[in-house]
């Protein structure tokens, strides 16, 4: 890229691209690219497009876009929510609850509770995320 390109850089890719330089100064050989470095690599190229951020970063254009397509960060899980609140029947109503819950790797789960008092639902969709991943 040239100065004037590298002057253009949104603030976030340029602190990136002084990372992969900081890196490319003192890594050892022929080492690869660390994990964290590749992350920012994705995110940086989810926010400013994939041919833009190749050339910022000097990377691979096919190697980007692989981890691209591989990477899924928590907060892309498909809006997992992070907190549900479950409001308490009105009075007279039946107890029913129905509980879906699906990963990104497909797996699924539907729980339909009727008449009876949920149980904690909370511990139970942590059980699930956590063999799921």
Request: hydrophobic fraction near 40%.
């Amino acid at each position: 890229m040239t100065t004037r390109q590298i002057r253009d850089l949104p603030a976030q890719l340029e602190r990136t691209r002084r990372r992969f330089e900081r890196w490319r100064r003192t890594r050892q050989g022929h080492s690869r690219i660390p994990a964290a470095l590749w992350a920012l690599a994705v995110k940086a190229a989810r926010k400013h497009g994939l041919n833009r951020t190749v050339r910022a970063l000097r990377l691979d254009y096919n190697a980007l876009k692989q981890r691209m397509e591989a990477f899924v960060p928590p907060s892309d899980q498909g809006g997992m929510a992070t907190f549900v609140e479950l409001a308490p029947p009105a009075s007279g109503s039946s107890r029913e609850c129905i509980l879906e819950l699906e990963d990104p790797g497909g797996a699924k789960m539907r729980i339909h509770l009727k008449g009876v008092e949920a149980p904690d639902l909370a511990a139970l969709s942590r059980s699930f995320w956590s063999t799921t991943t």
